[in-house]
């Protein structure tokens, strides 16, 4: 109960925002902040971080309409945008994995091609596939100019995707004991309650209900399965796992809110 009141202080509340907004995106904070707490210790804002950038895509989106562009070119577009925000963050944790996981090695071995910093054919593969159903998704959603129903599918998919970060963080134990997951600390149980908590709200107010049980579920699912293959691959999760998680699951969700009616 104390943490929680903790969080509520508002220097902490809103360095805990500063932070997550550092690591997540591209947007620039002041060096001259000093932030006493670990990532996890924040992550229970990733959520808020989410939808920031899903509505800042889907501005994109809305600007891009007014020049009579055909919704795959703005879709792409969109996507360019938020990987330019978010500085590629997660996709290059996707294009990693997908090296990784792609190689025939001992779980040591997996992880050191995680952490080569050139890419290989399963990342490139991978950024291809999971960029280009994005793009598709993004183009049903804007198609017959609804560009508002856009925005929200990308508010709501930012928001819960960044959730399924903090779950694989706080079941998984760490594949090894240095790196991003090492020094982004472990989230405790309350970070994940509220972090949850936030996504859940988010989608309540901006979708139907019977749409926000159903993409809980599939959240919930796809991280069980990336969960599932990463303890299997390599004992745990590294900071790639966590991008991964975020691509894959963003990119479902967005598959589901295409194929059904808003």
């Not at 856009?150 to 090894?176: D, N, P």
Request: proline share 3%.
């Amino acid at each position: 109960m104390n943490t929680i009141l903790e969080k509520l202080k508002p220097q902490i509340f809103f360095k805990d925002i500063l932070l997550s907004l550092s690591f997540l995106t591209r947007i620039p904070i002041s060096k001259d902040l000093l932030f006493e707490r670990n990532l996890m210790d924040a992550a229970w804002s990733f959520p808020l971080i989410g939808a920031l950038v899903g509505f800042l895509g889907g501005m994109v989106a809305l600007l891009l309409s007014y020049f009579n562009i055909s919704p795959i070119i703005i879709s792409f577009t969109t996507i360019g945008a938020i990987i330019l925000l978010t500085g590629g963050l997660h996709e290059d944790g996707l294009a990693d994995t997908a090296d990784g996981f792609g190689s025939n090695k001992h779980p040591e071995d997996k992880i050191k091609i995680m952490r080569d910093s050139q890419i290989g054919v399963y990342g490139t593969l991978a950024l291809i596939i999971a960029i280009s159903v994005k793009a598709v998704a993004l183009s049903e959603l804007i198609h017959n100019d609804q560009f508002f129903t856009c925005i929200i599918a990308l508010i709501v998919s930012g928001a819960l995707s960044r959730s399924t970060i903090v779950g694989i963080a706080f079941f998984l134990e760490k594949a090894s004991e240095t790196g991003l997951a090492h020094f982004a600390g472990k989230p405790r149980a309350n970070v994940v309650g509220i972090c949850f908590l936030i996504s859940i709200l988010l989608c309540i107010f901006l979708l139907p209900l019977t749409k926000v049980l159903a993409m809980i579920l599939l959240s919930i699912v796809t991280t069980v399965v990336i969960g599932f293959l990463s303890k299997k691959q390599i004992n745990g999760y590294t900071g790639d796992i966590l991008g991964t998680t975020q691509i894959l699951s963003e990119t479902a969700l967005l598959i589901y809110l295409a194929t059904t009616k808003m």
